[in-house]
C-alpha cells in the first residue's frame, strides 16, 4: 500500500524584509537579492512543495521587486506551476500587483525581452 506523501509548506513572511515604518518595498535588485536569500530555486526543484507569501496589511510590493523575485519562477516553471506552488496571503492591492508582474513577465518573454 502506497503512503500519499503530504506537501512540505514553507512559509516566508515579507515582514521580515520590509523595514519597520516602510509602506512597502521595491527594486528589482532586492527582488534578485531576497530570492537568492529565500533559496527559491532550491525550493522549487522538490516535488511536493507549497510556498505560502504573506504579505502584512497595508504594505505593498514594487513591480521591479515583483518581478525581481519572480521572473525565473514564471519563467522556469510556467503559470500553471507557479500557480499551484506560490500561494499568497497579501491585501487585494498586493495580489492584483502579483497578477500584474506575471502577466508583464510572460509578456516580455513572449516578445524576446530579456526579463
Excluded: C, H
Amino acid at each position: 500500500m502506497s503512503e500519499i506523501m503530504e506537501p512540505q509548506i514553507t512559509e516566508k513572511n515579507f515582514a521580515d524584509i520590509i523595514p519597520e515604518g516602510n509602506d512597502g518595498i521595491s527594486g528589482r535588485d532586492k527582488g534578485e537579492q531576497l530570492r537568492e536569500r529565500w533559496s527559491l530555486d532550491d525550493l522549487e526543484k522538490q516535488d511536493d512543495v507549497i510556498i505560502i507569501m504573506s504579505v502584512p496589511d497595508k504594505k505593498t510590493l514594487g513591480q521591479s521587486f515583483i518581478q525581481g523575485l519572480f521572473s525565473k519562477s514564471v519563467l522556469g516553471l510556467g503559470e500553471q506551476r507557479f500557480n499551484e506552488i506560490y500561494k499568497f496571503i497579501a491585501s487585494p492591492i498586493v495580489l492584483q500587483s502579483i497578477e500584474n508582474a506575471k502577466k508583464s513577465i510572460l509578456a516580455r518573454s513572449r516578445q524576446g525581452a530579456i526579463i
